[in-house]
Each structure stands twice: as structure tokens, then as C-alpha cells.
Nanobody
Framework: QAQLVESGGGLVQAGGSLRLSCAAS????????MAWFRQAPGQEREIVAH???????YHIDSVKGRFTISRDNAKNTVYLQMNNLKPEDTAVYSC?????????????????WGQGTQVTVSS
């Protein structure tokens, strides 16, 4: 049974950095495109970044230049490096996996997703 487990969240001051990890098991990781989503209290969940099997990446405008998605197929892990964090980045971050190469903007479109990890940025 496939499973995605996020880690690396926490409390950080504005301007700080965090690196989120999403460890996959029970699937052939290299065959899947991966995505990071976030959901802030009272807001809709939104995609943050996406990485294809080939390594081609996509980031939403609000995180470009600050966040970087990457993957390590040998470790079955996708990362989200978050620099220069802002209070508006506070959210629960979750990862998702799908065999499609398309950037899908709804997490429910992905085959698998994790439970998430809390990121809180204080001002």
C-alpha cells in the first residue's frame, strides 16, 4: 500500500528557512510526478510546486525565488526548500503523487497524498 509521509515542518521566524521532506513507500517513486500543496486556516488548498518524473519543475508565482522543489529518486523522497519565509506562508503542507505528468491544481486529482506537516511563520 502506497504511503506518503511529510516531515520537516515547524515554527520559524519571518525570513527563516525550512526544508520539508516527503518520503514515499509502496510505489515506484521514479514513475510518479510529485507536488506540494498547502492549506492555510479558512482558505482553499493550493498547489505550491510540482516536479515531473524528468525533473522539470513548476512553482506558483508567490513562492518563485523563495521555494524550490526537488526529488531524490534513490531515496524515494521529494523536498521543498523554503527560504525567506513570510507569515503568509503559514499553512499545513502536504505532498501528492500521480502518474500523470500534468500539473493538476486539485490535490484530489492525485492518486496519493500525505497527511501534511504544519509550517508556522511568526512575524
Amino acid at each position: 500500500q502506497a504511503q506518503l509521509v511529510e516531515s520537516g515542518g515547524g515554527l520559524v521566524q519571518a525570513g527563516g528557512s525550512l526544508r520539508l521532506s516527503c518520503a514515499a513507500s509502496g510505489l515506484t517513486f521514479s514513475r510518479y510526478s510529485m507536488a506540494w500543496f498547502r492549506q492555510a486556516p479558512g482558505q482553499e488548498r493550493e498547489i505550491v510546486a510540482h516536479i515531473k518524473r524528468s525533473g522539470v519543475t513548476y512553482h506558483i508565482d508567490s513562492v518563485k525565488g523563495r521555494f524550490t522543489i526537488s526529488r531524490d529518486n534513490a531515496k524515494n523522497t521529494v523536498y521543498l526548500q523554503m527560504n525567506n519565509l513570510k507569515p503568509e506562508d503559514t499553512a499545513v503542507y502536504s505532498c501528492a503523487a500521480d502518474l500523470s505528468e500534468a500539473v493538476m491544481y486539485r490535490r484530489s486529482s492525485y492518486i496519493y497524498w500525505g497527511q501534511g506537516t504544519q509550517v508556522t511563520v511568526s512575524s
